[in-house]
């Protein structure tokens, strides 16, 4: 039987907000335990929370930039359980009334069409402390101090049918919330994070299968893998004559397997209710204007530009717009060369993405700066240097062995563009080689490949292509 | 200097009749001596209460200092104060320390009053009696056989027996009227987010608000000025200038609209209570106010409506009390869920389980619309009955209690019918207006309270109402022998 | 609404509340008096009226985004039941 993949993402966006969602506490990562849980972080009998309106703002950014309906009046919603890292005994969330619903986001597949996946809602909550399980004489430790931290949580249509396209889209989704500046995206820090619901069902069959959540993924990878393990698992459930139990899972990264939580047998019966400790959030048409006046430019936009701008292709114009850091530095590039941005593109595409995919680095860690990496393609443009010899600058650049010029001049890579020098080494190499010269002569046209290789190994590669090609064809000739 | 009131303490700390210091200890002395027969203070702040008294005096001594600075009065153990045992009435908390005070205690710090102790109370605020306390039951000081009320009883009973000229108390579904008239005391809940709740200890986050617990309407007038006001901690505070609450004192009633409901004066009165309240409104008519009949359809509704919002709130804002940062935890847990179960079991007495597991159940799946979601609809019909009263009158009279205090046990093994004795003061919380009860009378020896209820932020105008009333009775000047 | 025994239980579970075997009737009992007391409201009409979630019609207020809590670990920790560096223990949490 063939089957079709039932994919929803709910993506956890840690907001980038110096206090917490309902205190005054510092949200700063990595602290001391509990140094960062005030009064209010702790649940001490009496306190009370107010809402964070930086959290609001960063809400309504990313409702704007997907499209979404800013609800104009949303409400703060309890989520009742118990937990030791949930202080309160529930956590403050939003239920009925999101603040952001009904929005949606374009993805490029593989093969260049885009797909478009719905945004069901985004709403705020807080999130909960750590738990550390290490040995404290058989007990668990409680860490309060990320308790309170705001949280995005953004909630797909389940539109997603593969786990490309689960990762496209949590891509997508990890680039604009770094774009809109709302959250640092730094998965190892937990600060951007996604739960996974997956079914499967027959191929043209109409109703949704019965799902799983997998939760808590923190990488890309970990959510392709996840997705795979669980489709297998699912599909040789039902091919054995079995069922799916709607439950929660947890992957697991070390054995690539997910694995069912032990289940809570109330464990769905959170008794939401309106929080009364809070009104009900207010949003203001001036407000929306005033969000919308500070956006950045979007990727989408962005991408838009580079195309018309630089008449890059869309593939090209989507790879360099992943990321705002990245864009920007593909645009400092172009500026500081002051043109060629196609030439630009090439290079930001092809060597520095693949430098720092090889070392594992972020476009921040980049060892060659915009402007260095301008330098050299200036010395391509002028011809100092010809495309593969400026891999070896970049190359050297790269090692921290200056800048294009430097390196050139060091290693003696400036092209031999010198008309005289590069006659007297094709006649020698005709000189020596009769043999290939009389056979090329009787038309065996392939050897002119040989000619130009022996002219650019006894240059060092230095000669000018064009050059040598437009030389070495009069001078066989003749 | 004992039973004067807050504001004849005020004036002779101003003229120097007496220090800060000899009126918090003459009053520290009548605690130790007399409360053995009461049980109204549960901590009571000895060395705390001298060394702010003598700060007091300090300021006193040097410049101008605020109207109450010096005077001592005492917290319902509610509120959460700084470095003294904060126990909300239960085992629960018998061992917390607050870390923080709330912010009626700083603003009453700030002002230079003084801190007597912490009163006792119904277990959570859950009770009409006071008999739910983990430090035993509050004994009424017109008859120690009797109930003082509750929850504020603790307040109710140090105030009417002289212990403290004045007390805190709140109010979720008459916490401060129902005892203020079971002990012949003044009893004020402001409107809904008039005072802050940080560091209230929560039962009902949407009924919940604290008040002043009197001897009369002018003391009451001082303890606001001093509770009320804005507070950013509390998102439902109200931002709204607070005005003089002593400035309107004395004007005059001529043509007041006193509104009666219907519903306040049917089955369930007890006789002499209603015979009190119609007297005290011979009274008003004398001064020249005018009587209007109104009805209040709703309002019957307003006790089963209070007990599922009441219940839900007050099933979630407990579940932080499990043992693990602070309060009672139990011995030797087998694994988490028994450190929940047995911490909660054990710190927690029978009425604030009942409450908690009436809104667990109320708010689980399958039952939120049947009682949650239709008790919030019928809270705005009884929201909007007294919308609909104020368009037509100033005020709203009626009697606070059924009936007077009744006899320890009498009622404890019966929730529903204690849950009936607040059957006039829990539709005003649910609308969120401000409610008074004064000393109008007696019935067998034991006082009955005249209830005052006026409009949103209309305080100024209770304390008017109820003012005038004490220019010209002396119900609230009686003392217990 | 009568209360059976076994709804008591699961309600008192779902509380994380320890009841004892002999008081889970007279709970029963309680519980089922309130509910029947509670099921009054049946008897007005709702269905065009609107929730009311708060006493005053207010929306609410923004605080800005700034850091004012400083550490008070100490202070806070001294009233906990349980801690070691800094955290509190409870037994062990398994998933």
């Not at chain 1, 949303?74 to 939003?94: C, E, H, M, T, W």
């Not at chain 1, 476009?363 to 990496?373: D, E, G, M, R, T």
């Not at chain 2, 529903?416 to 401000?434: F, R």
Request: charge should be negative.
């Amino acid at each position: 039987m063939e089957w079709e993949v039932v994919i929803g993402l709910e993506i956890h966006a840690q907001l980038a907000t110096n206090s917490k969602i309902f205190s005054g506490a510092s949200t700063a990562y990595g602290a001391e335990p509990n140094t960062q849980a005030c009064e209010v972080d702790l649940a001490l009998p009496g306190v009370l929370p107010v809402l964070n309106k930086e959290v609001v703002k960063m809400a309504t950014k990313f409702g704007l930039a997907t499209g979404s309906t800013v609800a104009q009046r949303s409400v703060f919603a309890r989520k009742n359980y118990f937990y030791p890292d949930l202080p309160k005994g529930y956590q403050i969330s939003q239920f009925e009334l999101p603040i952001v619903h009904n929005g949606k986001l374009e993805i490029v597949l593989d093969d260049g069409a885009t797909k478009t996946i719905g945004i069901t809602r985004a709403h705020l909550e807080e999130d909960a402390g750590k738990s550390l399980h290490e040995d404290f004489h058989g007990m668990t430790g409680i860490d309060l101090n990320r308790a309170g931290t705001p949280l995005l949580e953004i909630v797909s249509e389940p539109d997603i049918r593969s786990a490309k396209e689960a990762v496209a889209y949590m891509k997508k989704i990890h680039s604009l919330v770094q774009y809109l500046e709302i959250c640092d995206g730094n998965m190892q820090e937990g600060s951007f994070r996604c739960d996974v619901n997956v079914s499967v069902r027959p191929k043209g069959q109409k109703e949704f299968g019965t799902r799983t959540e997998t939760k808590n993924l923190n990488s890309f990878r970990f959510v392709e893998k996840a997705i795979h393990h669980e489709v297998q698992r699912q599909i040789e459930i039902i091919e054995n004559g079995g069922e799916i139990i709607q439950q929660t899972r947890l992957y697991n990264p070390d054995t690539d397997e997910t694995r069912s939580m032990r289940s809570k047998e109330e464990a769905n019966d959170y008794r939401y209710f309106p929080d009364p400790d809070l009104l009900p959030v207010m949003i203001e048409e001036s407000f929306i204007e005033q969000v919308k006046s500070e956006m950045p430019e979007l990727p989408d936009e962005k991408k838009q530009r580079f195309m018309s701008d630089f008449g890059l292709k869309a593939y090209d114009a989507d790879v360099l717009t992943a990321s705002r850091e990245l864009a920007n530095y593909f645009e400092a590039t172009v500026a500081a060369v002051a043109g060629e941005a196609k030439l630009c593109a090439n290079w930001v595409q092809g060597e520095v993405i693949g430098a720092l995919n090889r070392e594992g680095m972020e476009i921040s860690q980049a060892q060659v700066s915009p402007a260095l990496l301008a330098g050299l393609i200036k010395r391509i443009q002028d011809n100092t240097v010809s495309q593969k010899i400026a891999k070896q600058v970049f190359e050297a650049m790269w090692n921290g062995e200056g800048d294009a010029d430097a390196v050139i001049e060091s290693k003696g890579l400036k092209q031999v563009t010198d008309i005289g020098l590069i006659e007297q080494v094709i006649d020698e190499i005709i000189a020596n080689n009769p043999g290939q010269l009389e056979q090329y002569r009787s038309g065996k046209d392939k050897l002119f490949g040989f000619f130009v290789g022996q002219v650019m190994k006894q240059t060092q590669g230095k000669a000018n292509p064009a050059q040598v090609n437009e030389l070495l064809r009069k001078k066989l000739s003749s | 200097m004992m039973d004067k009131t807050l504001a004849e303490l005020a004036q002779g700390l101003k003229n120097k009749e007496f220090s800060s210091v000899e009126v918090t200890q003459a009053h520290l002395d009548r605690i130790k001596s007399n409360d053995g027969n009461y049980n109204s203070f549960i901590t009571v702040c000895e060395a705390e209460a001298l060394a702010q008294a003598q700060a007091a005096d300090a300021v006193l001594a040097k410049r101008e200092a605020p109207v109450l600075c010096g005077v001592p009065i005492a917290h319902k153990d509610i509120f959460c104060t700084e470095g003294v045992k904060t126990t909300c009435g239960s085992k629960m908390l018998d061992n917390f320390i607050s870390p923080y005070d709330a912010t009626v205690v700083k603003n009453f710090k700030q002002a230079g009053v003084v801190t007597l102790g912490k009163t006792n109370m119904d277990e959570f605020a859950m009770g009409s009696s006071n008999e739910t306390s983990f430090y035993g039951g509050v004994k009424n000081p017109w008859d120690v056989k009797k109930v003082p009320g509750g929850s504020s009883g603790g307040s109710a009973a140090c105030v009417a027996a002289g212990l403290a000229p004045a007390a805190t108390g709140t109010d979720t579904g008459g916490s401060i009227r129902q005892p203020a008239a079971l002990c012949g005391i003044t009893g004020l809940k402001p409107t809904y987010g008039r005072v802050s709740r940080y560091g209230m200890i929560a039962f009902a986050s949407s009924l919940d608000q604290a008040g002043p617990m009197t001897r009369n309407a002018e003391d009451a007038a001082l303890m606001l000025n001093t509770m009320a006001g804005f507070d950013p901690k509390d998102s439902t505070s109200v931002d709204r200038e607070v005005p003089d609450y002593t400035a309107d004192l004395n004007n005059d009633l001529s043509g007041l609209k006193i509104g009666l409901p219907k519903e306040f004066f049917g089955e369930g009165l007890d006789a002499q209570t209603e015979k009190a309240v119609q007297d005290a409104i011979v009274v008003y008519e004398k001064m020249g106010a005018k009587i209007v009949d109104i009805s209040l359809p709703n309002s019957k509704l307003s006790v089963p409506v209070y007990y599922v919002v009441a219940p839900a709130e007050c099933s979630s804002n407990l579940s932080r009390f499990d043992g693990v940062r602070y309060g009672h935890r139990c011995e030797n847990p087998q694994d988490l869920e028994d450190l929940y179960k047995r911490s909660r079991g054990e710190g927690f007495g029978s009425e604030v389980k009942r409450r908690i597991m009436i809104g667990a159940y109320a708010l689980s799946a399958g039952y939120y619309d049947a009682y949650y979601l239709k008790a919030q609809k019928l809270r705005h019909l009884i929201a909007d009955d007294f919308k609909h009263a104020f368009s037509q009158v100033d005020v709203i009279m009626g009697p606070t209690a059924p009936s007077t205090a009744f006899g320890i046990g009498e009622k404890s093994n019966d929730p529903i019918s204690m849950y009936l004795s607040d059957i006039y003061t829990i539709a005003v919380n649910l609308a969120g207006i401000p409610g008074m009860s004064i000393p109008a009378g007696f019935s067998n020896g034991m006082p009955v309270g005249l209830q005052i209820i006026g409009n949103y932020f209309e305080e100024a105008r209770l304390l008017n109402v109820a003012h005038r009333f004490q220019q010209e009775t002396d119900w609230h000047m009686r003392r217990p022998q | 609404m009568s209360l059976e025994k076994s709804d008591v239980e699961k309600i008192a579970h779902l509380a994380r509340l320890s009841l004892s075997e002999d008081d889970i009737p007279v709970y029963a009992e309680n519980l089922s008096n309130i509910l029947q007391l509670v099921e009054q409201m049946d008897q007005v009409n709702t269905d065009d009226v609107t929730p009311m979630a708060h006493p005053l019609d207010a929306v609410q207020r923004l605080r800005a985004d700034e850091v004012t809590e400083a550490n008070q670990r100490e202070k806070f920790q001294s009233i906990a039941p349980q801690v070691e560096n800094g955290l509190y223990l409870v037994p062990k949490v398994i998933e």
